[in-house]
C-alpha cells in the first residue's frame, strides 16, 4: 500500500510534491472576499448584519445580537456535560505546563559607565481567534490558540465564529471558550467577520492580529487583511513522517501514519526507515487496521497520493531526508529516540519513542498542534506565546558617554550621506 | 513650521494618514518581476547572466565570475582604510553586547513521571541578505542583520547585492561583511537576485529566508517569493515620534525631528509634547538649523506631510497618544525618562533621555535599527535574534503515562470525528 521511494532519486521530486499542495485561491473568490471586506470596513456593523443574514440565514434585529451572552455559555456548559468539560480543563493544564516555559521577560542590561540597553516585551493588546463551524468544528483548536495568548498576556482576546441559522453558535465551541477563559465571542463568521476583526466595528473591537483555522473564504480574508492586522500562518494539509528502525512496532506506524492521513486526500505520511521488513510490515497493517476506520477513503487517497516509504542507508541519513521535507508532525520510533535530536533541525512538533504518538500531541501532549507545513518548519516555529508578543527595544545613554560616540556616529552618517543624522550628534555638543 | 494637531479630533486623522504610507506595487512592476522570477527559477544561473547583463550592463563569462573573491574583499578593506573599518568593528561590538542576550536556548522539563517536554531551537540553515547598492547603500544595515543572524548560528549566510557595470561591488559593503563575518557574496542584484536566493541557482545556495531592504523590484520580489522562501518585514517609510514635557531642549527635539524628516518625503517627525512652549521654540529650532542641513528640501516636505505637533493633556496621555501610532523610533525626552517605560507599550525602539538620540541607534547605541513601522509595532519586534531561529517542540511519554491519558484523548478524538486519531491510541493498549 505505501509507494517505496528511494532516496537518491526521488527525494527531489517528493519534496516537489510535498511542499506544492498549495490551495490556489481562484480570482472569482478573491474579489468576493475583498467585497466583502470593503463593504464592513466602510459599512460596519450595518454591512456584518446583512452578510450575517445572507450567508448564515441569521437575521438578528441589532448588532448587539451578535454577542454571545454569558447565559448562552452557560447553557452550552450544561449540555456539553462535566466529562468533557474534564477533559478539556486537562488539556488547558497540559497547555500551560508546556507554554508556560516560553513566557518571555523584558531584560535590561546596566553598564558600568551608566548606559541602559533593554527590550520590553509587551503582550499584543487586541486578538481575535477564528473558529470555524460546520462539520470542522474543533475544541482543541480553541484551546492550542487560547493558551499562549493568555499567557502572553493578551488583554481583549476574543472569538469570531459563525452562527448557525437559529442564531446558535456550537455547544462545543462555547465549552472550549469557557474553559480557555474567552469570555467575548461574536457570531460572525467567514470574511465578513474577519474583516469586521480586521477594521472593527461598533460592536467588534478592532484586532491587532487575527488567528485561527478557517475555510478559503476565511484564509483569503486573512491574506487581504495582513499589514492592516497581523496573520498567523495560512496552515496547509497535514503531515507526518516516521523515522524508524528494526525495533519499530509495525502496528504503531501504520496506526499513526493513519491518524494524519485521514485530515483530508491532500494529507501526507511518510515512513522512512532503515528496515525494509517494516516497511512490508507496515503495509500489512494498513490494510489490517484500516477496515475498521470510518474515513477509510480519505486515507487510501492520501496515501496513494502523497504517502511513501523511504529506505534509508542508515539513521543518520534517514534524518537528513526528513530535515529536507520539514515535516509538521516527525514521529521517532528507534530504539533510543531522544539520542535522535542533535540529529533534527527542521520540524514543527517531534514525538519521541513509542509511546509519544501524534495524536496525543494534538490534544494533550501540552505541545502546540498548529504547526508550521509543506516545508515551512525550515522557518517557521509551532504556535507559541511567542506569537502573541513584541520586542520593544530601549537604550539610555549618559552625556559622557554618547560623547564617545559622537565623532564615529558623525562619520558613518555622513558617509552613509545622512547630514541631518550628524546634526542630531553635532548640536548636543555645541556649547562645549 | 510644526503643524498643531489636537489630541480630540484629529488623532484618527493622523493615524490614518500616518498608517497609510504604503508605496503601491503597480500591475506592471508586478508582472515584469514575476516574468524575472519564473525566468531564473527555470532557467538558473544563465537567465540570472542574461538579467545581470541587461540590467547591470555587466557580462561575465560565467556565473562564477558572479561570486566576489577574497582579493577582491580585501582590496576594498585596504582602499576603504583602517579607521572606518575601526568604526565597523566598534558598530559590531555594539551590536553583540546588545545582541547576545536574545539569543534563546533550547529547554527541556523532566517531570517525575517520567515526562520529557522541550523545545529545541535550531538556526534557519541559509539566509541570504540583500544589499541595495546604488546611492541607497548603507553599511550600516548589513551589520544590523548579520549579526543576529550569526549570533543565532545561521550556518549559510551570504549577500546578494547588484553589481556595476565594471563588475564591481560597492567597497563599503564588501568592508562591512568582511567586518560582519560574511564571506560569501554574490553580485545579484535586482529581482533576478533575490528570485536566485528564493529558488537556488547551481551557483548560489537556495535560501531558507531572504532579509534586507530594497527597491520597489527587489520587495516586490520578496513579496513574491514568499512562501518559497520566508522573507522579512517590508519596511515602510522612516518615522520619529518625540514625547517631551517642558524639560526638553527645543534645539535636540529640532534636530531629531529632521534627522529622521531627511530619509525621503514619506518620512513622517511627530511632536507629542505638554507644553505649549516647547512647540514654539521647536519651530524656532527647525528654521535655524535647516539651512545648514543639504538634504532641507526633503525636510521641508515631509514635515509639511507627515509631520507635527500635539499638544497633550500630560504624560500619560501623551504615551496613550504615541501608542495608537506605535511609532519606528520613539524619543522620550522628560525629566525622568525611564518612568515611562511602564507607559509604552508600541514602539519599536525607544531612546531614553536627552543625550540617546536616535541616530545614535542607526549606528552604535547596540539597539537594532530595522524596525516595525506603519504602525506594525502594534504586533511587530526590532529585527533581531529570534528572526533567525525556530523552535521545535518535542515530547516523549514512557508507556504507563499515555495510559492515563489513552480515554480522555479517545474522547476527544471521537468528538472530533477523527477515529483514525483514536485508532492510534487503541492500538497500543489492544494487548492490555
Redesign the interface.
Known amino acids: 500500500m505505501l509507494k517505496r521511494m528511494t532516496f537518491k532519486g526521488n527525494l527531489k521530486e517528493i519534496e516537489t510534491k510535498l511542499h506544492g499542495r498549495?490551495t490556489e485561491i481562484s480570482a472569482e473568490v478573491n474579489k468576493s472576499v475583498l467585497d466583502i471586506i470593503t463593504n464592513v470596513a466602510n459599512g460596519g456593523d450595518k454591512a456584518l448584519l446583512e452578510y450575517c443574514a445572507k450567508f448564515d440565514g441569521f437575521k438578528p434585529e441589532s448588532a448587539t445580537d451578535l454577542i454571545v451572552t454569558k447565559q448562552e455559555i452557560m447553557d452550552a456548559v450544561t449540555r456539553i456535560g462535566p466529562?468533557?468539560i474534564r477533559?478539556l480543563e486537562?488539556?488547558k493544564e497540559q497547555l500551560i505546563?508546556?507554554h508556560k516555559?516560553?513566557v518571555e521577560k523584558s531584560?535590561t542590561?546596566y553598564k558600568e559607565d551608566g548606559v541602559?540597553?533593554g527590550?520590553?516585551v509587551?503582550p499584543?493588546?487586541t486578538v481575535a481567534l477564528y473558529v470555524p463551524g460546520g462539520?470542522a468544528?474543533?475544541?482543541?483548536t480553541v484551546m492550542m490558540n487560547a493558551i499562549p495568548a493568555k499567557l502572553a498576556g493578551v488583554k481583549h482576546l476574543y472569538i469570531i465564529t459563525p452562527v448557525k441559522a437559529d442564531g446558535k453558535v456550537s455547544d462545543?465551541i462555547l465549552a472550549a471558550a469557557y474553559v480557555a477563559g474567552i469570555e467575548t465571542i461574536y457570531k460572525a463568521g467567514g470574511a465578513q467577520g474577519v474583516a469586521a476583526a480586521a477594521y472593527g466595528t461598533k460592536t467588534i473591537k478592532k484586532a491587532?492580529?487575527i488567528v485561527g483555522p478557517g475555510n478559503i473564504f476565511v484564509a483569503t480574508a486573512k491574506k487581504l487583511c495582513y499589514?492592516v492586522?497581523?496573520i498567523d500562518m495560512i496552515a496547509g494539509p497535514s503531515e507526518i513522517l516516521i523515522v524508524a528502525d528494526e525495533s519499530a512496532n509495525p502496528?504503531?506506524v501504520a496506526?499513526?501514519l493513519?491518524?494524519q492521513?485521514?485530515?483530508d486526500r491532500l494529507a501526507s505520511a511518510i515512513l522512512i526507515t532503515t528496515s525494509e521488513k517494516l516497511i512490508d510490515e507496515v503495509d500489512q497493517e494498513l490494510e489490517r487496521?484500516i477496515v475498521?476506520?470510518?474515513?477509510a477513503e480519505i486515507?487510501r487517497e492520501s496515501i496513494k497520493n502523497y504517502g511513501g516509504a523511504v529506505l534509508a542507508d542508515d539513521l543518520k541519513h534517514a534524518f537528513e531526508v526528513s530535515n529536507d521535507l520539514a515535516p509538521e508532525h516527525l514521529e521517532v520510533l528507534t530504539a533510543n529516540?531522544?539520542e535522535a535530536?542533535p540529529l533534527?533541525?527542521?520540524?514543527?512538533?517531534?514525538?519521541?519513542?513509542?509511546?509519544?504518538?501524534?495524536?496525543?500531541?494534538?490534544?494533550?501532549?501540552?505541545?502546540?498542534h498548529v504547526l508550521?507545513t509543506g516545508g515551512?518548519?525550515?522557518?517557521?516555529?509551532?504556535l507559541?506565546v511567542?506569537d502573541f508578543i513584541?520586542?520593544?527595544?530601549?537604550?539610555?545613554?549618559?552625556?559622557d558617554?554618547?560623547a564617545t560616540?559622537k565623532d564615529?556616529?558623525m562619520?558613518?552618517?555622513h558617509?552613509?550621506?545622512?547630514?541631518?543624522?550628524?546634526?542630531?550628534?553635532?548640536?548636543?555638543f555645541?556649547e562645549d
Open positions: 498549495k466529562d468533557f477533559i486537562r488539556t505546563t508546556y516555559n516560553q531584560w542590561i541602559i540597553l527590550s520590553k509587551t499584543i493588546d462539520t468544528t474543533y475544541p482543541s462545543v491587532d492580529k499589514g492586522v497581523d502496528k504503531y496506526a499513526d493513519m491518524s492521513a485521514e485530515h487496521q475498521s476506520l470510518p474515513r486515507i529516540p531522544i535530536l533534527i533541525t527542521n520540524a514543527g512538533s517531534i514525538f519521541l519513542g513509542e509511546y509519544s504518538p501524534e495524536p496525543l500531541g494534538d490534544y494533550m501532549s501540552g505541545t502546540n508550521p515551512t518548519a525550515k522557518f517557521y516555529s509551532a507559541g511567542y513584541k520586542h520593544s527595544a530601549y537604550s539610555y545613554y549618559p552625556k558617554v554618547l560616540f564615529d556616529v562619520t558613518f552618517a558617509k552613509e550621506g545622512l547630514d541631518a543624522h550628524a546634526n542630531s550628534l553635532k548640536v548636543r555645541e
